[in-house]
T-cell receptor
Framework: ETGVTQTPRHLVMGMTNKKSLKCEQH?????MYWYKQSAKKPLELMFV???????ENNSVPSRFSPECPNSSHLFLHLHTLQPEDSALYLC???????????????FGPGTRLTVT | QKEVEQNSGPLSVPEGAIASLNCTYS??????FFWYRQYSGKSPELIMF????GDKEDGRFTAQLNKASQYVSLLIRDSQPSDSATYLC?????????????FGAGTRLFVKA
């Protein structure tokens, strides 16, 4: 595997289900990100981890719960979602967030989530 | 005012022409700037980044940054039909408020054969 991978690629879940999205990066990076992309809206940054510590949480509802067990893996745990949470969820990785660095991000293919 | 603003397009140019994509940002403390290309149904793909005023060239692509005017642009020379996609501008800012990446809504580019 190369780059950033995400599983599953497609997910349909009911509002009472619990599911998890998985992201894995093979780029030797130390920062990982979750984004939400809804139709006709800009990419929204949800969570950022650098060196396995969460450094940003942009007022995301608690029904989304991130987990970063190590620098190569990132999870997004989902529970009690709403239909408006249906979107493309993208994972990205970069070098660690150290001052003075550029931190270009590389994206995975995304998980298309539909909440019914 | 949106934090990162782009014209949604579509921007239509003939094959072989120069396509010019523009982006303005509101946070004067922003430090690094990125252009991504996103084909329909695919994830964003990094094209270029820039962090110093002036021009940065990579093949057919040139990024231009003007921090005083708070804009960044992307020029695509010799446009090809395969360049037809949505181009996303992204801005990074790190400070006492933490780290953030803000994306624009994107400009759709259509290159006519």
């Amino acid at each position: 595997e190369t780059g950033v991978t995400q599983t599953p690629r497609h997910l349909v879940m009911g509002m009472t289900n619990k599911k998890s999205l998985k992201c894995e990066q093979h780029l030797g990076h130390n920062a990982m990100y979750w984004y939400k992309q809804s139709a006709k809206k800009p990419l929204e940054l949800m969570f950022v981890y650098s060196l396995e510590e969460r450094v940003e949480n942009n007022s995301v509802p608690s029904r989304f719960s991130p987990e970063c067990p190590n620098s190569s893996h990132l999870f997004l745990h989902l529970h009690t979602l709403q239909p408006e949470d249906s979107a493309l969820y993208l994972c990205a990785s970069s070098q660690a967030l150290t001052s003075g660095s550029v931190h270009e991000q590389y994206f995975g293919p995304g998980t298309r989530l539909t909440v019914t | 005012q949106k934090e990162v603003e782009q014209n949604s397009g579509p921007l239509s140019v003939p094959e072989g022409a120069i396509a010019s994509l523009n982006c303005t940002y509101s946070d004067r403390g922003s430090q690094s700037f990125f252009w991504y290309r996103q084909y329909s149904g695919k994830s964003p793909e990094l094209i270029m980044f820039i962090y110093s005023n002036g021009d940065k060239e990579d093949g057919r692509f040139t990024a231009q940054l003007n921090k005083a005017s708070q804009y960044v642009s992307l020029l695509i020379r010799d446009s090809q039909p395969s360049d037809s996609a949505t181009y996303l501008c992204a801005v990074n800012h790190e400070g006492t408020g933490g780290f953030k990446t803000i994306f624009g809504a994107g400009t759709r580019l259509f290159v006519k054969a």
